[in-house]
């Protein structure tokens, strides 16, 4: 039997996780990378990583500097944050598999802001391609001009600007 392809985070590391639909080895040195995070990172799982990609490129106007069908990995204002795709973790002995088995929705309670992105850009953006906003760009008493989009995974996002900056 031919062994399976191999996860894009731990293809050098380990030969257990290995769920992974795109071909060959990712052209981004993954345990540099890795090694390369500082702070706060965050990681979301997704459907789909392309389309998901996509939202954050022509919605949010964001820079998508890797993707494939697996993962992801944007920047925005000295920021990078990933995602992956659901089926990364699935039969991979990961804490999250059973996490993404019981899923049906995401990104309760979460907001995921988006420092020094033109709100009124962005819903625009949403709502030619079908995303629901749910509030529109606002002045809000705190200094930013915000507004709230739901990407097609659940996750709420926020692109805010200072007010000043108009």
Known sequence: MAEKPVNLISYRTSRR??????PGEPPIDTLAYAGSLTGLSTNLLVRDVPSHAAFVRDVLGLEVIYGDADIAIYRHGGSEWMVHADHTYEDT???MS????GLYTRGGGAELRVHHCDPDRAVARARKQGFEVLADSLDKPHGLR???IRDGDGYVWVPDVPIDAE
């Open 17 to 22: 996780y290995q769920v992974k639909k795109s």
């Open 93 to 95: 002995g990961n804490i």
């Open 98 to 101: 059973s996490v993404v088995r």
């Open 146 to 148: 915000e507004a709230y």
